[in-house]
């Protein structure tokens, strides 16, 4: 049974400057304002100690929930009437420090939000320290420290002088000129993406197999002639990091196959499982890294070495700089993340974004993590649109907006899930951020939605649904899946995500010297392209043909081939680094109005004649506008690839004086490695009647 949330606004994804009723329940993420309501019976404190805690347990009139450990929140529960009064209690208690009420958002009422007491502020780059400074002393807040990787961005903490939490401060910061981007930190439950319900299968069909029931032809990635190559090495570190995983299991036995554990859940180095229904984890790592060594099972990648990492079960700002911090200090190859927010809509924060860019920028010595995240299993679009229907107590309904966050971060590989018949799984997420498909069992949606406390199923499917479970390692003895040492009904995309893992480390074996991103193009380039030409059966759409570009909705770029991915690694001879970077910059300064309520914009041009590749890259954007919450900018390349650099969500500023470059926008990455030669575009969009404004200049700065 879950919490009644208060009520809500009536919009959703905003623009602009935030009403003052609204400023306390709109939150500011990703650059959209996203609509919440209080949770009616809950609220956070945090302790000024371990022991202090304990009292409030016993001092307060609240029933307690939980622990929220390295937020250092205690969750309580309590009757809606007393709620207000209780906080109030808590609040002038000497044992806490901050007191904060449970959200919900709008479009996914069912996922809790907790808010610590620390928020994000991107300045604009002509903010001097004093000016910060005085922001930082009118809302109450002390510097923790700068955000790496992006210009005049800080962490701020609430101090005694704070009269308001959070979002509250965000949302006022937000209608300042020197402000980019406020953010406050929340705190919502991490989600693994399958738990496995379907009957007894075949072990380790998805590797190598010859044929038999329920096996397509060619449905597996071909192993087997990978290993003649390569079948991994030690210098190669998978990092699977998820709930636990059972390090005493005869699978991850070996010299130098475990490096660097972490237990981020207890602080520790030893992330061992605490409870039967901790087993995702060991099932994710036996499919991406179990040792060959005669007993068992063995990985896609079965030589190369296994960084166990246990989180925190939670995703807020600093658990995943944490966690993709950790991976780059102990020198991980690849990041597996079988796992996503446990929400409908939830775009990365600046720091989260900034977490993911680095790990793929600087790991493995500058060469970049190899970042992979499984889908999703709700059957929905990783950042889309569906119209829904039929969900229990019309949980969701109408035009519903979905997005994944993480699946979309442009360093990531995105993989969705295809059966043991070569066709779409039918409960895994699809769109055009997938990067490829990987084998996994079939089962209708609805697991998505499962957590601890509660299970809020999507509409279910009532046609048979044909596919074969994958097997994996499971906890030691009775505990786990299933009894016994394996599980033979894993599945989802959180398998698919593990198998993708795995054969980018057999690619790193065979060719160390490549980037994360030559990895990820080498997957995508060498993938089987699967087709699947029938209908899904609960949404009725057909996605699973291929574009002009190769790439199709369900399967992204193809199913993974272990084979031809490391066989083009083997072949492909680095590229030799030049010894400097040469700037090629033009700027257009006719000054143009941008049209009023009309999607076709104003388009202004600047040629570069040099045909070097785009080693770095700059827009800097000087626009006035009445309400700049209309305007959308994009930048357009000579080959015709298409980033957006702004949406809509500057609210009522007037100025946009801006430089983009990849540290602060990462979609700009897509032009790097390309000719800068040709005429580059940058296109300004007015979507809303009334308020005008005028592109007055833009200049384009190219590193070759």
């Given at each position: 049974?879950?919490?009644?949330?208060?009520?809500?606004?009536?919009?959703?994804?905003?623009?602009?400057?935030?009403?003052?009723?609204?400023?306390?329940?709109l939150?500011?993420?990703?650059?959209?304002?996203?609509?919440?309501?209080?949770?009616?019976?809950?609220?956070?404190?945090?302790?000024?100690?371990?022991?202090?805690?304990?009292?409030?347990?016993?001092?307060?009139?609240?029933?307690?929930?939980q622990?929220?450990?390295?937020?250092?929140?205690?969750?309580?529960?309590?009757?809606?009437?007393?709620?207000?009064?209780?906080?109030?209690?808590?609040?002038?208690?000497?044992?806490?420090?901050?007191?904060?009420?449970?959200?919900?958002?709008?479009?996914?009422?069912?996922?809790l939000?907790?808010?610590?007491?620390q928020?994000?502020?991107?300045?604009?780059?002509?903010?001097?320290?004093?000016?910060?400074?005085?922001?930082?002393?009118?809302?109450?807040?002390?510097?923790?420290?700068p955000?790496?990787?992006?210009?005049?961005?800080?962490?701020?903490?609430?101090?005694p002088?704070?009269?308001?939490?959070p979002?509250?401060?965000?949302?006022?910061?937000?209608?300042?000129?020197?402000?980019?981007?406020?953010?406050?930190?929340?705190?919502?439950?991490?989600?693994?993406?399958?738990r496995?319900?379907d009957?007894?299968?075949?072990?380790?069909?998805?590797?190598?197999?010859?044929?038999?029931?329920?096996?397509a032809?060619?449905?597996?990635?071909?192993?087997?002639k990978?290993?003649?190559?390569?079948?991994?090495?030690?210098?190669?570190?998978?990092?699977?990091?998820?709930?636990?995983?059972?390090?005493n299991?005869?699978?991850?036995?070996g010299?130098?196959?475990?490096?660097?554990?972490?237990?981020?859940?207890?602080?520790?180095?030893?992330?061992?499982?605490?409870?039967?229904?901790?087993?995702?984890g060991?099932?994710?790592?036996?499919?991406?890294?179990?040792?060959?060594?005669?007993?068992?099972?063995?990985?896609?990648?079965?030589?190369?070495?296994l960084?166990?990492?246990?989180t925190?079960?939670?995703?807020?700002d600093?658990?995943?700089?944490?966690l993709?911090?950790?991976?780059?200090?102990?020198?991980?190859?690849?990041?597996?993340?079988?796992?996503?927010?446990?929400?409908?809509?939830?775009p990365?924060?600046?720091?989260?974004?900034?977490?993911?860019?680095?790990?793929?920028?600087?790991?493995?010595?500058?060469?970049?993590?190899?970042i992979?995240?499984?889908?999703?299993?709700?059957?929905?679009p990783?950042?889309?649109?569906?119209?829904?229907?039929?969900?229990?107590?019309?949980?969701?309904?109408?035009?519903?907006?979905?997005l994944?966050?993480?699946?979309?971060?442009?360093?990531?590989?995105?993989?969705?899930?295809?059966?043991?018949?070569?066709?779409?799984?039918?409960?895994?997420?699809?769109?055009?951020?997938?990067?490829?498909?990987?084998?996994?069992?079939?089962?209708?949606?609805?697991?998505?939605?499962?957590?601890?406390?509660?299970?809020?199923?999507?509409?279910?499917?009532?046609?048979?649904?044909?596919?074969?479970?994958?097997?994996?390692?499971?906890?030691?003895?009775?505990?786990?899946?299933?009894?016994?040492?394996?599980?033979?009904?894993?599945?989802?995309?959180?398998?698919?995500?593990?198998?993708?893992?795995?054969?980018?480390?057999?690619?790193?074996?065979?060719?160390?010297?490549?980037?994360?991103?030559?990895?990820?193009?080498?997957?995508?380039?060498?993938?089987?392209?699967?087709?699947?030409?029938?209908?899904?059966?609960?949404?009725?759409?057909?996605?699973?043909?291929?574009?002009?570009?190769?790439?199709?909705?369900?399967?992204?770029?193809?199913?993974?081939?272990?084979?031809?991915?490391?066989?083009?690694?083997?072949?492909?001879?680095?590229?030799?680094?030049?010894?400097?970077?040469?700037?090629?910059?033009?700027?257009?300064?006719?000054?143009?109005?941008?049209?009023?309520?009309?999607?076709?914009?104003?388009t202004?041009?600047?040629?570069?004649?040099d045909?070097?590749?785009?080693?770095?890259?700059?827009?800097?954007?000087?626009?006035?506008?009445?309400?700049?919450?209309?305007?959308?900018?994009?930048?357009?390349?000579?080959?015709?690839?298409?980033?957006l650099?702004?949406n809509?969500?500057l609210?009522?500023?007037?100025?946009?004086?801006?430089?983009?470059?990849v540290?602060?926008?990462?979609?700009?990455?897509?032009?790097?490695?390309?000719?800068?030669?040709?005429?580059?575009?940058?296109?300004?969009?007015d979507?809303?009647?009334?308020?005008t404004?005028?592109?007055?200049?833009?200049?384009?700065?190219?590193?070759?």
């Amino acid at each position: 049974m879950t919490s009644r949330p208060e009520s809500l606004p009536e919009d959703s994804h905003s623009t602009g400057s935030v009403p003052e009723r609204s400023v306390g329940v709109l939150l500011q993420r990703g650059g959209e304002e996203l609509a919440m309501a209080k949770v009616s019976d809950r609220f956070t404190v945090r302790p000024t100690s371990e022991a202090a805690g304990e009292a409030l347990v016993q001092a307060l009139s609240a029933e307690y929930e939980q622990t929220i450990p390295h937020a250092h929140l205690e969750e309580f529960k309590v009757a809606p009437k007393q709620r207000d009064q209780v906080m109030q209690a808590a609040r002038e208690s000497d044992s806490s420090v901050f007191v904060s009420h449970v959200y919900q958002l709008r479009n996914n009422p069912e996922t809790l939000i907790y808010l610590t007491d620390q928020l994000t502020i991107q300045f604009t780059e002509e903010t001097e320290e004093e000016a910060i400074a005085s922001v930082a002393a009118e809302f109450g807040l002390q510097t923790v420290k700068p955000v790496d990787g992006i210009p005049n961005t800080f962490v701020f903490q609430l101090t005694p002088n704070a009269t308001e939490n959070p979002v509250k401060i965000a949302n006022r910061l937000m209608g300042r000129p020197e402000i980019l981007i406020a953010e406050p930190e929340i705190v919502i439950p991490k989600e693994a993406h399958y738990r496995p319900k379907d009957p007894y299968y075949p072990k380790q069909w998805y590797l190598n197999h010859s044929g038999g029931s329920m096996l397509a032809a060619n449905s597996h990635i071909h192993a087997e002639k990978a290993w003649d190559i390569t079948r991994g090495n030690r210098s190669i570190v998978v990092a699977v990091a998820d709930d636990a995983i059972d390090l005493n299991h005869s699978d991850f036995q070996g010299t130098g196959k475990i490096v660097a554990p972490k237990d981020f859940k207890d602080n520790d180095f030893l992330p061992l499982p605490e409870i039967s229904e901790e087993s995702h984890g060991t099932a994710c790592a036996g499919i991406a890294v179990a040792e060959e060594n005669g007993v068992g099972i063995a990985g896609v990648a079965p030589g190369c070495a296994l960084m166990p990492i246990r989180t925190t079960g939670f995703l807020d700002d600093d658990t995943i700089e944490q966690l993709f911090d950790y991976c780059i200090a102990q020198n991980a190859s690849v990041i597996s993340c079988s796992w996503g927010p446990a929400a409908v809509y939830f775009p990365l924060s600046l720091r989260q974004r900034a977490a993911l860019t680095r790990a793929a920028t600087k790991g493995r010595q500058g060469k970049g993590c190899v970042i992979v995240f499984a889908a999703g299993n709700a059957n929905r679009p990783v950042s889309g649109t569906v119209y829904e229907r039929s969900w229990p107590n019309d949980l969701l309904k109408g035009p519903t907006n979905w997005l994944g966050g993480f699946t979309i971060h442009p360093d990531v590989i995105t993989v969705s899930a295809c059966t043991s018949l070569s066709k779409k799984s039918a409960y895994s997420n699809w769109g055009t951020n997938v990067s490829v498909c990987a084998p996994s069992n079939n089962a209708p949606p609805g697991m998505w939605f499962e957590r601890t406390g509660y299970i809020s199923t999507a509409p279910e499917l009532t046609v048979p649904l044909p596919g074969l479970g994958m097997f994996s390692a499971d906890l030691v003895g009775a505990l786990g899946y299933e009894s016994g040492d394996y599980v033979s009904t894993f599945g989802g995309t959180s398998s698919a995500c593990p198998v993708v893992a795995g054969v980018a480390a057999l690619v790193l074996s065979a060719n160390p010297d490549l980037t994360a991103q030559e990895v990820k193009r080498i997957l995508q380039e060498t993938a089987d392209k699967i087709v699947d030409r029938d209908a899904d059966p609960q949404l009725g759409m057909r996605l699973g043909t291929y574009d002009t570009n190769g790439h199709s909705q369900w399967f992204g770029y193809g199913k993974v081939n272990a084979f031809n991915a490391v066989q083009a690694a083997q072949q492909k001879t680095p590229q030799t680094p030049q010894s400097g970077i040469r700037r090629v910059s033009g700027r257009n300064d006719n000054r143009v109005a941008i049209p009023d309520d009309n999607p076709q914009g104003v388009t202004s041009t600047i040629q570069i004649n040099d045909s070097a590749a785009v080693r770095e890259i700059q827009v800097t954007v000087d626009i006035q506008h009445d309400f700049l919450g209309d305007i959308e900018v994009t930048l357009k390349a000579p080959n015709g690839q298409v980033v957006l650099l702004q949406n809509r969500t500057l609210g009522s500023l007037t100025q946009l004086q801006k430089t983009y470059s990849v540290e602060t926008t990462p979609a700009l990455k897509q032009f790097l490695n390309k000719s800068a030669a040709g005429v580059w575009q940058l296109q300004a969009i007015d979507y809303a009647p009334m308020d005008t404004g005028i592109l007055k200049s833009w200049e384009l700065t190219v590193g070759v």
